[in-house]
């Protein structure tokens, strides 16, 4: 195991910067340490969480009890293959773009700018700018809860709305293959540096979060509402609305996973009140409080 430890700040790992401390954190340096990790983990009835980057998670100030087992570096391979693009789970998604812009391969570029990785992009079908996982997504390489290892195709992964089976059937993804297209390098590569321009000029980058808090409400933008409720700015600790873009909470130092649950919550109320829509979070949740 290449890297196995107790006690360890989930604030290391997370772009949010906060969570309590893992009973144990490991990362696996192959599939078959992954999968014996794994059935160690249930064979003692440990509970156990899969993390990529930690990009999309707010972990609880009293940490995780169990096992995290995140799938990094050694997780991180990126091959070409013709017009498609196989990438393991740990790889991040700026460097599969980079990749398929390196190949004159288009149909990547949404998610040149996205902090997360393969494997968390497909559990919450990760989009931007009009482009999704699911556009690209030809299969994936799965592992079951029974140990089995199969290939899956992107129907089977049921991608909606920041949303797949991949979670609630209690797989991990292991790879993933994207089709793309030949396109022309010059145009791929101005494509991307427009969006990661609009990217940085709109969102709070230079803050930790943990990108878009709330989901976009069937016929609304989150942001609007929230700046539309007189949030921007509320601050809760060390936790605040960004006034860069309403849509995104911001850690403006230490602050800790209650303060803020304590604004997302005050946020809803306020909207809620403000326009009768009930924002529901788009960032995950997990540990102890």
Do not use: W
């Amino acid at each position: 195991m290449h890297i196995y430890r107790t006690d360890e700040p989930m604030k290391l790992h997370t772009t949010f910067r906060i969570g309590g401390p893992a009973d144990v954190y490991a990362e696996p340096e192959s599939a078959e340490e992954l999968m014996e990790l794994i059935s160690v983990c249930e064979g003692s009835g440990t509970p156990y969480m899969i993390l990529g980057h930690g990009s999309n998670l707010l972990v609880g100030d009293g940490g995780i009890r169990g096992t995290v087992i995140c799938l990094g570096k050694a997780f991180a391979e990126i091959r070409v293959d013709g017009d498609c693009i196989e990438a393991q789970a740990g790889a991040l998604l700026g460097a599969v773009a980079s990749t398929a812009l390196e190949h004159g391969l288009e149909g990547m570029e949404f998610a040149s700018g996205i902090p997360g990785s393969v494997g968390g992009a497909l559990v919450m079908n990760a989009g931007a700018y009009g482009g999704e996982i699911k556009d690209i997504l030809e299969s994936a390489e799965i592992l079951e809860t029974d140990g089995s290892r199969c290939v899956v195709t992107a129907e089977e992964l049921e991608l909606g709305y920041r949303t797949s089976n991949i979670l609630p059937l209690g797989r991990t993804v292991l790879s993933a293959r994207f089709r793309l297209k030949p396109g022309d390098p010059e145009e791929i590569a101005a494509k991307m540096k427009d969006l990661n321009g609009r990217r940085k000029d709109k969102q709070p980058l230079e803050y930790p979060s943990a990108g878009s808090t709330f989901k976009r409400p069937e016929g609304y933008f989150a942001g609007k509402l929230i700046e539309d409720a007189g949030c921007k700015g509320l601050t809760v600790g060390g936790a605040r609305v960004s006034e860069k873009h309403a849509g995104f909470v911001i850690n403006i130092g230490d602050a800790t996973a209650k303060d803020v649950l304590d604004l997302i919550h005050e946020v809803q109320r306020r909207v809620l009140e403000q326009s009768g829509v009930m924002l529901e979070p788009e960032i995950k949740m997990t540990g102890e409080p």
